[in-house]
């Protein structure tokens, strides 16, 4: 069984870096094909892609975001990362981490985390 | 990169009917596209991957066709579970834009 949660801080100031967990179950990221994303959503809001890290260690971001995205993973304990630097109210958004893998041809999330709600406010 | 336009942003529809949600990519993502849904609360789901695969457990119902830049999700004989919100995504490259979405009410 397939299992995503992610854990963060719930609340941070303008200028800070935002660290978010996904810990998860049931696959691992050393196998072949399998990725981990991270995605957010700003209330009443759309989906937006952030960034993935793969099996192999490949990583993509999302340029709007800049230079302010690292995402990482340590394969021993099930976890994959993401830190985002100078966090701005812009940045208030449900964040979730998605699991990827040999299904497609590409990226399909098919497995979801519950989401972490994050408010930057002063 | 590759933009992802979605359309109708909304869709108001009635039980038992068909509906159909359309993705337009800006080139052409050679059926890697995926669709989602959502509902108020919840995490998204997938529903068809690879422009028309149907995700493991989803009902058949759904279908997803299309192929270079245009792509559709379908669903047929609309069930009160149905009324959620629906997104596409580019899965080809990064970054892996999701389209607007749309929102599937009830009529």
């Known amino acids: 069984q397939v299992t995503l949660k992610e854990s963060g801080p719930g609340i941070l100031q303008p200028s800070q870096t935002l660290s978010l967990t996904c810990t998860f179950s049931g696959f691992s990221l050393s196998t072949y094909g399998m990725g981990v994303g991270w995605i957010r959503q700003p209330s009443g809001k759309g989906l937006e892609w952030l960034a993935n890290?793969?099996?192999?260690?490949?990583?993509y971001y999302n340029p709007s975001l800049k230079n302010r995205l690292t995402i990482s993973k340590d394969t021993s304990n099930n976890q994959a990362f993401l830190k985002i630097t100078n966090v701005d109210t812009a940045d208030t958004a449900t964040y979730y981490c998605a699991r990827t893998g040999t299904h497609t041809m590409g990226i399909a999330f098919d497995y979801w985390g519950q989401g972490v709600m994050v408010t930057v406010s002063s | 990169d590759i933009q992802m336009t979605q359309s109708p942003a909304s869709l108001s529809a009635s039980l038992g009917e068909t509906v159909t949600i359309e993705c337009l990519a800006s080139?052409?993502?050679?059926?890697?596209l995926a669709w989602y849904q959502q509902k108020p609360g919840k995490s998204p789901q997938l529903l068809i991957y690879?422009?028309?695969s149907l995700h493991t457990g989803v009902p058949s119902r759904f279908s997803g066709s299309g192929s270079g830049t245009q792509y559709s999700l379908k669903i047929n004989s609309l069930q009160p579970e149905d009324f959620a919100s629906y997104y596409c995504q580019n899965g080809l490259s990064a970054p892996h834009t999701f389209g607007a979405g749309t929102k599937l009410e009830l009529k």
């Open positions: 890290i793969w099996w192999d260690d490949d990583k």
């Open positions: 080139e052409d993502i050679y059926d890697i």
């Open positions: 690879d422009a028309s």
